[in-house]
C-alpha cells in the first residue's frame, strides 16, 4: 500500500531559528515528491518538486532533500519567521499517466516570537 | 490572472440534498482534480480530469460526479448528501505544479 508518513505531527519554533520536517514514503513506482505549504484555511502551495534524480532543491528559505534509496525526504526551514506557521505537506506522485498522489497528513509548524 | 477559483467558500447542506461545487482556471491547464481534506488525514483524490471530455476516478469517487465541458471548468457534484461528506474540498490545476484553489468549506447535518 502507497504510504507517505511525515513527522512530526506538529513542531513550535522560536523565530529566528531553523528546523527540519521529515517525510517517509513506501511509494511505488516513484514518480516524483513535492512539498506544499498550506496556511490555515488556504489551498496548498507548492514549495518544491524533486525527481528521482535529483538530491536537494531549494526554495528561499525551504531547502528539501531527497534520498530515493531509503525513500526519505526532509524540509529544512532556515531563519524562520512567524509567516512560516502552516501546515507542510509532503506528496509523493506514483502514477505518472494519471498524476496520482499520496498526500501525507502533514506537519504542522508553530513559529513563537 | 485569478488562477483557481471556487464556490462557494462555504456551504451547509441537509442529508439527501444535492450540488454543485465549482472550479474554474485560467491557465489553460489540462490537467485539472478535485480532493476532499478530513481533519488528520491527508488529502484524497476525488475525480481528475486529463482534458476537456475526460475524467476518471481517484480514490474516494463514491457519492460524486464530474464533468470537463471545457477547459476552464471542473465541477463537482455531490448527487445525494450524506454527514460523511462534510469535508473541505479542493480544486487543483496543473500537472508538475499544481495549484490549489481557496477550498471550500461543506458542512452535511
Known amino acids: 500500500k502507497n504510504q507517505v508518513e511525515q513527522s512530526p505531527q506538529s513542531l513550535i519554533i522560536l523565530e529566528g531559528k531553523n528546523c527540519t520536517l521529515q517525510?517517509?514514503?513506501?511509494?511505488?513506482?516513484?514518480?516524483?515528491l513535492r512539498w506544499y505549504k498550506q496556511d490555515t484555511g488556504r489551498g496548498p502551495v507548492s514549495l518544491t518538486i524533486?525527481?528521482?534524480?535529483?538530491n536537494t532543491k531549494s526554495n528561499g528559505r525551504y531547502t528539501a532533500t531527497l534520498d530515493a534509496d531509503t525513500k526519505q525526504s526532509s524540509l529544512h526551514i532556515t531563519a524562520s519567521q512567524l509567516s512560516d506557521s502552516a501546515s507542510y505537506i509532503c506528496v509523493v506522485r506514483y502514477n505518472t499517466n494519471a498524476g496520482k498522489s499520496t498526500f501525507g497528513d502533514g506537519t504542522t509548524l508553530t513559529v513563537k516570537p | 490572472n485569478a488562477g483557481v477559483t471556487q464556490t462557494p467558500k462555504f456551504q451547509v447542506l441537509k442529508t439527501g440534498q444535492s450540488m454543485t461545487l465549482q472550479c474554474a482556471q485560467d491557465m489553460n491547464h489540462e490537467y485539472m482534480s478535485w480532493y476532499r481534506q478530513d481533519p488528520g488525514m491527508g488529502l484524497r483524490l476525488i475525480h481528475y480530469?486529463?482534458?476537456?471530455?475526460?475524467?476518471d476516478q481517484g480514490e474516494v469517487p463514491n457519492g460524486y460526479n464530474v464533468s470537463r465541458s471545457t477547459t476552464e471548468d471542473f465541477p463537482l457534484r455531490l448527487l445525494s448528501a450524506a454527514p460523511s461528506q462534510t469535508s473541505v474540498y479542493f480544486c487543483a490545476s496543473g500537472w508538475e505544479t499544481q495549484y490549489f484553489g481557496p477550498g471550500t468549506r461543506l458542512l452535511v447535518l
Open positions: 517525510c517517509n514514503y513506501t511509494v511505488s513506482p516513484f514518480s516524483n
Open positions: 524533486m525527481t528521482f534524480s535529483e
Open positions: 480530469s486529463v482534458g476537456a471530455g475526460i475524467t
